[in-house]
């Protein structure tokens, strides 16, 4: 039995609470949150300090769903103290925080269950030549998701780290790795309910020619979703779809619950000391690529006042 401890207990360590109740396999043996969201469960300690509990409890597998500001930190410090540890994307909002890697790292993988949807496994097994790939993320965040840390983007990241990074990392494990040679990019902000903005335009170029596009808005009334397109070497078109992916390359009738895709992640860790052995894991030294193209996209963006909004 894998003694797990979540660190973090807001609307997604929530969550992760839930999901983690139905896994075979593994018990929840504490939470560590100054001022949880939910109570943790029957017979189940809680903690104010994640310091006190990783010592305290021993776990084998650690969650992290706090704010990226400390994230990285707990997140190592686990896996540090010989725990595998899932962390919360964003993880960390500066890329230059992953160039210089913990030794503790390889023990660390990010949160993305979308990217154990239907095909995707086989997609990244083969890894085709990818010359363009189109993210597209339509929701609509309303104020009251704006509070605490969520509130200046100097503390949560904007729509590229919070809303459209699912879609983002998975595309950019399937492009080339090559660099950045030219980025335009337009954001609005308009509602100005917070300093994040509402809506981001952005194309990016790559050194051997490959694109991605993204297009990603948190005011939308349209029909949510977050989509990947990838346009193959060969011409071939494929289509990742879904509210948040989870169709993968099926039918969005067949789509798994995000509670599914949640088990299979937490299924596909590794024991510690052990070797991963899912392609859909993301481990955490390659998050650094997502986040230096999201670096890009903001350094280079246009502000379109309301004003502007005709250009």
Same mark, same amino acid.
């Given at each position: 039995?894998?003694?797990?401890?979540?660190?973090?207990?807001?609307?997604? @360590?929530?969550?992760?609470?839930?999901?983690?109740?139905?896994?075979? @396999?593994?018990?929840?043996?504490?939470?560590?949150?100054?001022?949880?969201?939910?109570? /943790?469960?029957?017979?189940?300690?809680?903690?104010? +300090?994640?310091?006190? #509990?990783?010592?305290?409890?021993?776990?084998?597998?650690?969650?992290?769903?706090?704010?990226?500001?400390?994230?990285? !930190?707990?997140?190592? /410090? #686990?896996?540090?103290?010989?725990?595998?540890?899932?962390?919360?994307?964003?993880?960390?909002?500066?890329?230059?925080?992953?160039? !210089?890697?913990?030794?503790?790292? @390889?023990?660390?993988?990010? /949160? *993305?269950?979308?990217? *154990?949807?239907? @095909?995707? +496994?086989?997609?990244?097994?083969? /890894?085709?030549?990818?010359?363009?790939?189109?993210?597209?993320?339509?929701?609509?965040?309303?104020?009251?998701?704006?509070?605490?840390?969520?509130?200046?983007? #100097?503390?949560?990241?904007?729509?590229?780290?919070?809303?459209?990074?699912?879609?983002?990392?998975?595309?950019? +494990?399937?492009?080339?790795?090559?660099?950045?040679?030219?980025?335009?990019?337009?954001?609005?902000?308009?509602?100005?309910?917070?300093?994040?903005?509402?809506?981001?335009?952005?194309?990016?170029? *790559? !050194?051997?020619?490959?694109?991605?596009?993204?297009?990603?808005?948190?005011?939308?009334?349209?029909?949510?979703?977050?989509?990947?397109?990838?346009?193959?070497?060969?011409?071939?078109?494929?289509?990742?779809?879904?509210?948040?992916?989870?169709?993968?390359?099926?039918?969005?009738?067949?789509?798994?619950?995000?509670?599914?895709?949640?088990?299979?992640?937490?299924?596909?860790?590794?024991?510690?000391?052990?070797?991963?052995?899912?392609?859909?894991? *993301?481990?955490?030294?390659?998050?650094? +690529?997502?986040?230096?193209?999201?670096?890009?996209?903001?350094?280079?963006?246009?502000?379109?006042?309301?004003?502007?909004?005709?250009?």
């Amino acid at each position: 039995m894998r003694r797990v401890l979540l660190v973090g207990a807001g609307e997604v @360590g929530t969550k992760h609470l839930g999901a983690l109740a139905g896994v075979g @396999g593994m018990t929840v043996v504490g939470v560590a949150d100054p001022s949880p969201d939910v109570e /943790a469960p029957a017979g189940v300690p809680l903690l104010t +300090r994640w310091q006190n #509990a990783l010592p305290a409890l021993g776990p084998d597998l650690v969650v992290v769903a706090t704010p990226p500001g400390i994230a990285l !930190e707990v997140a190592r /410090a #686990a896996a540090r103290g010989g725990a595998t540890v899932l962390v919360e994307k964003p993880v960390t909002l500066d890329p230059a925080a992953l160039a !210089e890697p913990d030794p503790a790292d @390889g023990r660390i993988y990010v /949160a *993305f269950q979308p990217h *154990f949807a239907h @095909g995707l +496994r086989e997609l990244l097994e083969l /890894a085709p030549v990818v010359h363009r790939a189109e993210v597209t993320l339509i929701c609509r965040r309303d104020q009251p998701y704006y509070r605490t840390w969520r509130t200046r983007m #100097a503390t949560s990241g904007g729509v590229l780290h919070q809303q459209a990074i699912h879609g983002l990392a998975l595309a950019l +494990r399937l492009l080339p790795s090559d660099p950045v040679t030219s980025c335009t990019a337009r954001i609005r902000r308009e509602r100005k309910w917070a300093e994040s903005e509402d809506h981001v335009t952005a194309h990016v170029s *790559f !050194e051997d020619g490959a694109v991605l596009t993204i297009d990603a808005r948190v005011d939308g009334d349209q029909t949510p979703r977050h989509e990947v397109a990838l346009v193959l070497a060969d011409g071939q078109r494929l289509h990742i779809r879904g509210r948040n992916l989870e169709a993968g390359l099926g039918r969005s009738s067949a789509a798994p619950t995000d509670q599914t895709l949640r088990h299979a992640m937490y299924r596909a860790l590794p024991a510690p000391g052990g070797r991963p052995v899912h392609p859909c894991l *993301f481990p955490l030294p390659a998050l650094r +690529r997502s986040l230096e193209v999201i670096d890009h996209v903001y350094r280079a963006a246009h502000q379109v006042r309301p004003a502007d909004s005709a250009a």
